[in-house]
């Protein structure tokens, strides 16, 4: 991808060099000129290339995708969240604020029809545009609400540089506009070039934000975050059908690895390509210098990250109960107990004693298994919370040397529009157990998991939403097990606001005081190696408590502020018309 966007930005710099006409009518040196380019499908398809990095997934150092929920309730990374303890500040400037791939995405789209090439190829890489726009869009409508939309790229004389902000309902609106554009246009993914959106994908994409606006509106009606005369009916009724067809093409499925590892097997393939459950990937190429190296930093149990106790209670057991009322639970004395009779995700997700870390090292030389937590130790070194991601590692040694690892790296799956499907149906009060076993209970089947029956929910005396319906926290609860460390919390927070699950706590870990943990740490003399109240602090029941002294009083995530990210001050300074400044600030 890397290659494609270098020869791009050469071509267009020989272009422009080559050109006979006066300097003065030249066009700017970062854009390509729509005389000599925007001529063939080819040109559009090298220009869509430079979108493509834009996309999450993994990269460089650290746990790619997998630690993204840093920003959750998900993950404990040692250095708390500043959105989460609400200590952001207005900046002057930057804060995501930034409009050049949607200025490069609409210099495309103003130039894309000019090409002369066969009609159907032109516009699927148009599709691919109006895909990349309506992403880069959504994120901004995630940070700030309302933003401008802007039709058409501008330059230093534009008005539109003074555009007041857009109702984030209009920018919605004209979003999945151009998402429609893309799913008619797009090839499936059995037709599609590898690695390029496919319709699928676009569908995806649209049931996503469909939803992510159906629930918001929904849920911040009557806040200052609130759209005006809206409660999300529409756009949550918009994210089933998206869904609906999605399941309904037939071109994708749940995939199932070998037994004991059915859902962990998925998230460390080097291959994607015949999966049936992923819609895009990216391949990595370590001699093309293009690679990562999430695999030696997850087999570690470490990185200076936990999981938060939380997303361990919401297993259920393997009746079908919570923890909180389940027979079936075995305490929290050791992780292994935790861990006996729940949802066999949870073994697949988290690190067990005697779980491979590396496997067939080369010249017999020795592999290497998880003992216990490295709670005693700092830096990038500790495990904040004692439970140690599992779930994405390659234990191949291959996939842990100094070159980078190519394990590939899942961008869309198949069980998100699911979930979309059987939550939207849950939120509109029409959901039926024929919509359950066609969504939740694939799911389960998947790791031989008991169904979810809707005429029979064990109520659940610690509910996160008990406000809501049995069968929506069922389905929030099964959304958060099945999409653990896959980037999405924090949005599914925001858009449920879900304020009262982060406000005023600390995140919890395993517990220490009289677990099979306590007094095992030592060093080669036999020295302790934890000090409570030093390294290690733990709350009054034993469990590990890691911001016991950076944050005393828990969260301090404001409600009336937080769920949206303030305008830069010099944004404001510049263009009077975006103002008011974002609530709260």
Request: include cysteine; proline fraction near 6%.
């Amino acid at each position: 991808m890397k290659r494609y966007i270098s020869y791009l930005i050469a071509f267009g710099f020989l272009i422009l060099w080559s050109c006979s006409k006066d300097y003065l009518e030249r066009y700017p040196l970062d854009e390509l000129s729509p005389q000599a380019y925007f001529k063939t499908a080819n040109d559009l398809k090298l220009y869509a290339n430079r979108f493509y990095p834009l996309i999450p997934a993994h990269s460089g150092y650290g746990g790619g995708t997998f630690w993204a929920e840093k920003n959750s309730d998900n993950l404990v990374p040692g250095a708390f969240d500043i959105r989460l303890s609400g200590t952001r500040t207005v900046p002057s400037s930057g804060g995501g604020w930034d409009w050049s791939e949607i200025r490069q995405a609409n210099y495309f789209l103003d130039h894309c029809s000019e090409a002369t090439d066969e009609p159907a190829k032109v516009r699927e890489y148009i599709a691919e545009v109006k895909f990349f726009k309506a992403l880069l869009y959504f994120d901004k409508v995630k940070t700030f609400g309302d933003v401008p939309w802007i039709t058409k790229s501008l330059n230093s004389k534009s008005p539109e540089l003074n555009a007041p902000r857009d109702s984030r309902k209009v920018v919605v609106d004209s979003i999945i506009k151009y998402l429609d554009y893309s799913i008619e246009n797009l090839k499936p993914k059995s037709d599609a070039e590898p690695f390029r959106i496919n319709k699928e994908s676009a569908i995806l994409l649209k049931a996503r934000i469909c939803l992510y606006e159906g629930t918001w509106e929904k849920y911040h009606k009557n806040t200052p975050f609130g759209v005006s005369g809206e409660d999300g009916t529409g756009f949550i009724t918009l994210a089933a059908g998206s869904a609906d067809q999605l399941m309904k093409m037939g071109t994708l499925s749940v995939y199932k690895g070998p037994a004991g590892k059915e859902y962990w097997s998925l998230f460390n393939k080097i291959d994607y390509s015949d999966n049936p459950e992923v819609l895009l990937w990216k391949k990595y190429d370590v001699p093309l210098g293009v690679y990562h190296q999430v695999s030696s930093y997850l087999s570690s149990g470490a990185g200076d990250i936990g999981i938060n106790k939380t997303l361990i209670d919401s297993y259920l057991c393997t009746d079908g109960k919570p923890i909180s009322v389940s027979p079936e639970f075995k305490g929290y004395d050791s992780i292994s107990a935790e861990v006996a009779n729940r949802d066999p995700r949870l073994a697949q997700s988290i690190f067990l004693k005697g779980y491979d870390q590396t496997i067939n090292s080369p010249g017999g030389g020795a592999d290497t298994t998880f003992s216990k937590p490295a709670i005693d130790l700092s830096g990038q070194f500790r495990a904040t919370t004692g439970y140690c991601i599992y779930k994405g590692v390659n234990p191949e040694f291959s996939q842990h040397t100094s070159s980078g690892s190519w394990t590939g790296s899942i961008i869309l799956r198949y069980s998100e529009a699911l979930l979309i499907y059987a939550e939207a149906k849950a939120e509109l009060g029409t959901i039926t157990q024929a919509d359950i076993d066609k969504t939740v209970n694939v799911l389960r089947e998947r790791v031989g998991m008991i169904h979810l029956n809707l005429g029979s929910i064990a109520t659940d005396p610690k509910w996160d939403f008990p406000a809501l319906s049995p069968i929506i926290n069922e389905i929030r609860r099964e959304r958060r097990i099945e999409l653990a460390f896959e980037t999405l919390r924090w949005d599914d927070l925001a858009r449920w606001r879900a304020h009262h699950l982060i406000v005023g706590l600390r995140p919890r870990g395993i517990k220490y005081i009289g677990s099979d943990l306590e007094g095992t740490y030592k060093d080669y003399l036999g020295t302790p190696t934890i000090k409570l109240g030093q390294n290690l602090f733990v709350d009054a029941n034993g469990f590990i408590d890691p911001y016991q002294t950076a944050l005393p009083n828990g969260f301090g995530f404001n409600p009336g502020r937080d769920y949206l990210s303030p305008v830069p001050s010099d944004e404001l300074t510049l263009n009077k018309n975006l103002l008011p400044q974002n609530p709260g600030w």
